[in-house]
């Protein structure tokens, strides 16, 4: 192990003193001498570099804390057949977590699965299971998968259970029985909810402030980060106490002690970008460019690109790698719940401005509210208000194939909008040479069940086929279409794709693990809709336990039972790759290649759903008494997923207001303020520095309805 080398007097003297204000960045901030140091960094997908210091990250990680934590999962390797003093610590295989998007839904099947997985849980450990997280290299999240991804991280990487719903100390657990959007309940009016509503305009304003483009994302990561970064109790969550993770930077993980001391997994946020201008409302097409999000860059590593941005400066824009405004610089864009609201930035798809129409939501459960907000936002529909802007540091950049190239924003979405829900594509760049990639498939693909039907695995493929060979490891073989998924059971129980590559085609071994009908046949809690965005306490419990507990069972060939050699065969698997590193190659034993007939998907010999017979699909609210009070507000509306109905309208509520604010701030700055002379600093802080203009605040919805 390395001397730990923690420097928490920094962070927490910056907790101390945050406020909600410290959302905004700093422009203005003098850059650094480019000449020497850039801020782009550039190659080509045969010459693909990751950051050095990601390099040397996972490198220490892996010689260190994964090297140690193999063998305490494994053993010396005996009860799978190996022995594992045959092997080089450096030989073992390369894995990486991929947590995709849904809302809520994927982010606390993320946490269900992680749990299991975690060799901190002593069941999950017993079993076998617990262990996989520890010898994890990467973990990529999109959408609602970032958020349990930031989560973990902003809270200093906690278990599960306190993460979820707090140690009685100081993680305060998600808090998800108070709606995203209108925490007090029902009354987007509620003296408590105009204080929230305050709060998360007081960030907007602070970084309007600094001459930056905000639009709908920016609220929408504020209350993000109420939930899923650190500084939020049920006691102060109307208060102005703390910041709610305000000033929390994603390029400050690297101060986080957890990391410090390498027990973290390197952590990749996706984002997908629609062509700036396009005004695109569909799903995105496949050349789109994709974006990831490390703490070190924004950066992407399709050929189109092949760059990274230094996150610290990431709001800045730069033509050919140099300031547009001489030498000046901006740093805090990055904050933490941004990222995350970035990578979850879906607004384009459901909200439709020329038509007024919310879609996911029948125009029948529209009412006086939902009315009011479509006439409000009528009128403030500007260039890019239902994407997360990001200044285009890429500017010049391969002038040839770069979509954004002449661009001075980047517009970046939800990371499924070219329909990979799945964050894959970190983990398939050549030079990271992930083997073994877990997935914590909580996607809902079926239109009427919300489970997984494969089509994020199929696009993954499609996209490396297209576009990404020369950069990006190839996708292994898979059913081809949702169909064939349904109809083989592979979305449905643990599935390991690619176990046997063949010379030609070095693909990873993806440990699929897909949310599903709970094994023992009760009825399913966890196939919740993306966009219901409140859970009671008790339906989140339930929910964990049921991941967990399929997550630890596995299955057994037509029968309810759980599979006893589960956790050894998920161990064969994530161990597997390491056999043909080593020097000579090793056999797969004879257990684990009992365990892989069980669990590899052989397209020339496909399973059958039959196989999971007692399964139920349709699911079954666990604590139907806790919408009572939301039911009252709509008495007749048949709506199933209510809270989450209430919660996005009172959210857009909110956004409308926020808009106003952002159009006419717009009109007085719409550049960054330029400053030629890094002397004047001082003085140019105290000039742009925030001024509460209080009778904004005091605005309520019925007052800008005509
Ligand atoms: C690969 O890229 C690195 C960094 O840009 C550069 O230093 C090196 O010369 C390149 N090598 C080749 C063979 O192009
Ligand atoms: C491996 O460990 C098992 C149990 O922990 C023990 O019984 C066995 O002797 C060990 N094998 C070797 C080769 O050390
Ligand atoms: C381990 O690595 C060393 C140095 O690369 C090599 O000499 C040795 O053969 C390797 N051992 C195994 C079991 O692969
Ligand atoms: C392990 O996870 C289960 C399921 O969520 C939970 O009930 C249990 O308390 C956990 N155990 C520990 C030691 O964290
Ligand atoms: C919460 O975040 C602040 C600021 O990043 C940090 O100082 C503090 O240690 C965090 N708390 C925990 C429990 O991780
Ligand atoms: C927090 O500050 C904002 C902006 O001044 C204000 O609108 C809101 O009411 C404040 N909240 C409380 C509880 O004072
Ligand atoms: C996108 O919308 C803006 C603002 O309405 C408009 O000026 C621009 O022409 C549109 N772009 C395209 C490609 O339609
Ligand atoms: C970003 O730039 C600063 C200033 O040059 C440098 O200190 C820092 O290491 C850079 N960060 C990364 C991730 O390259
Ligand atoms: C960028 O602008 C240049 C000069 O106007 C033009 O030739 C080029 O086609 C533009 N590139 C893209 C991708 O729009
Ligand atoms: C599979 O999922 C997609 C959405 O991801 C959906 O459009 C399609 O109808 C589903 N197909 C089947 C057969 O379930
Ligand atoms: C499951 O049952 C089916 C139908 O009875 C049978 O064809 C199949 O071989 C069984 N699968 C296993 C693994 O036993």
Not at 543 to 549: I, K, R
Not at 648 to 670: C, D, E, N, P, T
Request: with cysteine.
């Amino acid at each position: 192990m390395r001397t730990l080398l923690v420097i928490p007097t920094l962070v927490s003297a910056a907790a101390l003193a945050s406020q909600v204000t410290d959302y905004a960045p700093k422009a203005n901030v003098e850059c650094p001498d480019l000449s020497t140091a850039p801020l782009i960094r550039t190659f080509t997908p045969q010459n693909q570099t990751v950051h050095p210091a990601e390099e040397e990250y996972v490198t220490t990680r892996k010689n260190t804390v994964i090297a140690s934590a193999w063998v305490d999962w494994l053993g010396n390797g005996s009860a799978l057949g190996y022995d594992l003093t045959n092997f080089n610590a450096s030989d073992f295989p390369t894995v990486g977590f991929a947590i995709p998007g849904g809302g809520l839904r994927a982010a606390q099947y993320g946490a269900g699965v992680i749990q299991a997985l975690d060799a901190r849980n002593s069941s999950a450990k017993a079993i076998g299971t617990g262990g996989l997280l520890q010898v994890a290299s990467y973990i990529t999240g999109l959408s609602g998968g970032s958020w349990v991804t930031g989560s973990l991280l902003f809270n200093n990487w906690p278990t599960i259970n306190d993460l979820v719903f707090g140690n009685g100390e100081d993680l305060s657990g998600w808090l998800l029985d108070l709606p995203f959007a209108s925490p007090d309940g029902d009354n987007v009016l509620s003296e408590l909810n105009q204080d929230f509503y305050g709060s998360i305009l007081w960030s907007i304003i602070a970084k309007n402030d600094q001459g930056v483009d905000t639009s709908i994302t920016d609220p929408w990561s504020r209350m993000i980060s109420y939930h899923f970064l650190n500084q939020t109790s049920r006691q102060n969550f109307f208060t102005n106490d703390t910041g709610h993770g305000a000033g929390q930077l994603w390029s400050e993980i690297p101060l986080i002690p957890a990391y410090q001391s390498f027990m973290v997994p390197f952590p990749i946020v996706v984002a997908d970008s629609r062509p700036s201008g396009s005004n695109l409302t569909t799903v995105l097409p496949l050349d789109s460019v994709v974006y990831e999000i490390t703490p070190l860059e924004l950066a992407s590593y399709d050929p189109f690109l092949s760059s990274g941005m230094n996150l610290t400066f990431a709001g800045t824009q730069l033509v050919n790698g140099r300031s547009t405004t001489g030498s000046s610089c901006v740093t805090g864009f990055d904050q933490a719940g941004f990222v995350m609201g970035s990578s979850a930035s879906l607004f384009n798809q459901i909200l439709d401005f020329a038509h007024n129409t919310i879609s996911q939501f029948s125009q029948n459960d529209g009412n006086a509210l939902l009315y009011l907000l479509n006439r409000q936002l009528t009128d403030i529909r500007t260039r890019a208000d239902d994407v997360a802007n990001w200044p285009n540091p890429f500017q010049g950049q391969q002038t040839d194939t770069f979509q954004d190239t002449n661009a001075t924003w980047l517009e970046l979405i939800d990371g499924s909008s070219n329909q990979e829900n799945i964050p894959y594509g970190p983990l398939l760049v050549k030079a990271r040479g992930v083997d073994v990639i877990v997935t914590l498939e909580g996607s809902a693909d079926d239109p009427v069940n919300n489970w997984p039907n494969g089509t994020s695995l199929i696009f993954t493929a499609l996209r490396q086929q297209q576009f990404l060979q020369s950069s990006h490891k190839t996708f292994p073989p898979t059913p081809s279409t949702p169909d064939d998924f349904i109809s083989t059971g592979v979305n449905a129980r643990p599935t390991f794709f690619g176990c046997d590559p063949t010379a030609s085609e070095d693909f990873p071994l993806v440990i699929y693990l897909p949310n599903a009908p709970p094994l023992s046949g009760i009825d399913p809690v966890t196939n919740t809709a993306t966009f219901q965005l409140t859970y009671t306490q008790l339906h989140t419990h339930l929910f964990l336990d049921q991941v967990y507990n399929n997550i630890v069972s596995g299955f057994t060939p037509n029968s309810s039972a759980a599979d006893p050699n589960w956790g050894k065969c998920l161990q064969c698997a994530a161990f597997d790759r390491g056999r043909s590193k080593a020097i000579p190659s090793i056999l797969r034993s004879s257990f684990c290649s009992q365990c892989f007939k069980q669990y590899c998907f052989d397209p020339s010999n496909p399973p059958s759903k039959a196989e999971l017979p007692n399964r139920k699909l349709v699911f079954v609210d666990p604590d139907p008494q806790g919408l009572t009070k939301v039911e009252l507000f709509f008495d007749d509306n048949k709506f199933k997923l209510l809270g989450g109905f209430i919660g996005l309208v009172g959210f857009i509520a909110l956004l409308a207001i926020g808009l106003i604010i952002y159009k006419k701030r717009h009109q007085k700055i719409s550049k960054y303020h330029k400053i030629q002379e890094p002397l004047n600093h001082n003085l140019v802080y105290e000039e742009l520095s925030y001024t509460p203009h209080t009778d904004m605040y005091k605005m309520d919805i019925l007052n800008h309805s005509t």
